[in-house]
């Protein structure tokens, strides 16, 4: 089951969300993380849907949401040179000895402190997913006590002149 | 010209080739209604329930190929349309469901009959929109009939509220329609169509198979040319059936669970299957493993989604099915030049005619009772297989697809993909009001008519001579034979022991009734009733526990058929 990038350009009218994430759920396909938002043309949203599944599975995600009548364009990054990032909070538990390790982390990380209490650290990370997977993992052994992800957003690289 | 919402949907419809629309008031179309009487050339049929209203609507689509039109009103009027939507998105057929919907102001505040219909019916239409603007109001009309008819046909519903109705805006008809979103593609790959060339001119053991989609397509001349040329047997799915005529010799009767034999075995042992618009439903393919094991697929459909959904395909071709067997048929014919295709194919013409010869659809004759199959064969007979014939749904349907001889398109209307029961009977009064002259015939079980029974009066009313030929054997028979045959006999809930006296009730709506209820009967009282100017009920008195043969077991392979 490998792990699906798929980004979708839709006209930005009432339902087409509903259209999207109801096929998901109709068919059985299962979404990751979605995200949406207007793009710089108007009236065209940008979603992209990670997903996971067989190569079977992920023709038919493409096909069905190419039917649907409000899609404009489907492409599946997951074979293509592209950019992914997602960004998360992390709140995880910060007390005395553990400060200086949590921010060595975020150090590593690149990460960014941005809320401290006596106890708890909010954590700003960007990257992609495996990234904050490896965020995740590392910062667990102090004890995560909220987490909110963006769920990713991806972008087609340019093409580079010796390519 | 400024003109009201409900002028708007009117001139609307008339200038989409709207003829006939079937329909329901309530209190949120009224003013559609009120509007109505001004537009004498668009023919208003009343119904006696929004389900016969799509299913009407339904039936006149496939009997004609056009896009069927019907007019709801909001909440329960709407939310009545959804089966018949559902079965006319499951058959990919083209229609155009309007809906009444409470004024705009009131949506969402669980107004009396408010219902979301745009989201109960998302996961069963092709497109559907709420007009909330009425300057968008003649354009979404246009989109919606656009929509329903292009590429792979479906249902299209529009929600309608009554402040937009009563609106008033300048009438601009768009006469061009392009959506960008939306480019179904109609034109076949001409790479793929050489490779199905390559594997025709390969092939010895090929077999055609078609479904609704060359009906759809009026691809059935096109089929039938190929087939003939190329010298290759076909076999038809039940929404395929009057694709090819069943009195040709390379006829090799209906595929599926109740296929014939010789249908099934050929796609068992083909070693190259072309299928036209077909969707391998698994009523078709039996057990996915064990279908066409050894053969090249190539498959033919407009809708790409359609492809590898069910069964893996060696040559995918997206396109219109008329255009692809069209290309196929040029390529052919500049590659192949004269080639005896008898000749090359006569083993495998032989060895498909041997089984059909050895295993016929067959049954048991009876001398104390009628047997289903045999009124089946006494329509054709009486027809000449010129009728148009709906079905509702169950063994009924199985037998008129089985032993009726359908030769032309458009001929046989039911429900295949949704298998609606109460399908039928609503049906062929739309079939009826597009073809006045034409003898309508709905084969129903006893069970089924009972669920849309109350159209007798829309038939009535419009003196359409529509014919119900009831096979009652006062039982659910499919349901029943599943139980005798997989579940020891326990005939749970399916028997239909209480059921109405069909002559006197046809009698009592002003139509004609008729029992039958002897094999000599048969043919003269179903020659009288078929020629009678009125619709007609003829309660056909047949054998209780009979089976539809050959079947394939659910989850079996197709060539594992219990034979009779």
């Known amino acids: ?42 009236g065209v949203s940008h979603m992209t849907i990670t997903t996971f599944g067989d190569s079977v599975i992920l023709e038919q995600i493409m096909k069905q949401l190419h039917k649907i009548v409000t899609v404009i364009k489907v492409m599946d990054y997951t074979e293509t040179h592209a950019v992914e990032r997602e960004m998360m909070f992390v709140k995880v538990q910060a007390e005395g000895p553990m400060r200086g390790e949590i921010l060595r982390t975020v150090e590593i990380f690149r990460c960014k402190v941005i809320d401290v209490s006596h106890n708890e650290m909010i954590i700003e990370a960007t990257g992609d997913y495996e990234k904050l997977e490896a965020i995740i993992s590392l910062l667990q052994r102090f004890g995560i006590k909220e987490l909110a992800r963006t769920g990713s957003v991806a972008m087609r690289r340019s093409k580079k002149q010796t390519d | 010209m400024h003109y009201t919402g409900a002028q708007i949907l009117l001139e609307s419809l008339k200038r989409e080739g709207v003829e006939v629309l079937f329909g329901y008031p309530g209190g949120a179309v009224l003013d559609i209604y009120d509007e109505i009487p001004r537009h004498p050339e668009l023919r208003h049929i009343l119904v006696r329930h929004e389900q016969g209203a799509v299913h009407a609507a339904d039936g006149y689509a496939r009997a004609t190929g056009k896009v069927g039109a019907c007019l709801v009103t909001s909440g329960p009027g709407a939310t009545n349309t959804v089966t018949g939507i559902a079965t006319a998105y499951c058959d990919s057929i083209p229609l155009v469901a309007v809906t009444g919907q409470v004024p705009t102001a009131l949506i969402g505040n669980d107004a009396f009959q408010e219902v979301d219909i745009v989201g109960i019916t998302r996961p069963c239409t092709k497109h559907n929109y709420l007009v909330k603007d009425i300057r968008k109001l003649a354009l979404t009309i246009r989109q919606a009939f656009y929509l329903a008819k292009s590429g792979r046909p479906g249902p299209v519903l529009i929600d309608l509220p009554k402040d937009i109705v009563q609106a008033k805006t300048e009438f601009v008809w768009p006469e061009h329609i392009s959506m960008r979103s939306y480019n179904p593609t109609y034109k076949p790959n001409l790479n793929q169509l050489r490779r199905t060339a390559e594997e025709i001119g390969k ?66 042992s083909s070693d190259l299957l072309i299928c036209a618009g077909t969707r391998f439903d698994d009523r078709v ?17 407009i809708d790409p989604t359609s492809i590898r959904k069910n069964v893996g395909v060696d040559v995918p071709l997206v396109g219109d099915c008329n255009l692809s067997l069209q290309g196929i048929r040029d390529i052919c014919a500049a590659k192949f030049g004269s080639r005896n295709w008898a000749e090359d194919h006569a083993g495998w013409l032989n060895t498909v005619r041997e089984w059909k010869k050895s295993k ?25 297989g010129d009728a148009i014939v709906t079905t509702e749904v169950g063994q009924h349907q199985m037998w008129t697809a089985q032993f009726f001889m359908f030769t032309k398109p458009r001929t046989l209307l039911t ?59 006062r039982y659910m028979g499919m349901v029943r034979q599943w139980q005798e045959l997989f579940y020891n006999n326990n005939y749970s809930a399916t028997s239909m022991e209480a059921q109405p006296d069909f002559v006197k009730l046809a009698q009592a709506y002003g139509a004609e009734g008729y ?28 054998e209780r526990e009979e089976n539809v043969y050959p079947m394939v077991p659910g989850g079996a392979a197709l060539d594992e058929m219990l034979l009779v």
């Open chain 1, 1 to 42: 089951m490998q792990r699906h990038v798929i980004s979708v350009l839709v006209e930005n009218e009432p339902g087409v969300l509903s259209r999207v994430v109801g096929l998901f759920s109709g068919r059985g396909f299962n979404i990751h993380s979605l995200n949406v938002a207007p793009t710089l043309e108007e």
């Open chain 2, 203 to 268: 092939a010895q053991k090929p077999v055609f198979l078609a479904g609704g989609g060359v009906i759809m397509s009026n691809a059935a001349e096109s089929l039938a040319d190929l087939a003939q040329t190329l010298q290759i047997p076909v076999t038809c799915t039940l929404m395929g059936l009057g694709a090819y005529p069943a009195t040709d010799a390379l006829w090799l009767g209906m595929v599926g669970m109740h296929g014939a034999y010789a249908a099934n075995l050929a796609i068992t």
């Open chain 2, 285 to 301: 393919t039996g057990k996915i493993s064990a279908f066409a094991p050894n053969a090249c697929i190539v498959h033919i459909d």
């Open chain 2, 360 to 384: 016929p659809l067959a049954y048991h004759h009876s001398n104390d009772s009628i047997k289903p199959q045999q009124v089946i064969e006494t329509l054709f007979e009486l027809t000449g």
């Open chain 2, 415 to 473: 429900s295949g993909g949704l298998g609606t029961m109460g399908y039928g009977f609503p049906a062929a009064i739309g079939a009826q009001l597009a073809f006045p002259d034409k003898t309508v015939i709905a084969v129903a079980g006893d069970a089924s008519l009972q669920m849309n029974i109350q159209e007798l009066g829309t038939a009535v009313a419009n003196n359409l001579p529509v014919k119900v030929v009831i096979l009652n054997n």
């Open chain 2, 515 to 542: 029992r039958i209820d002897s094999s000599e009967n048969l043919l003269p009282v179903l020659k009288q009733a078929l020629s009678t100017p009125a619709p007609a009920f003829i309660d056909v008195v047949v």
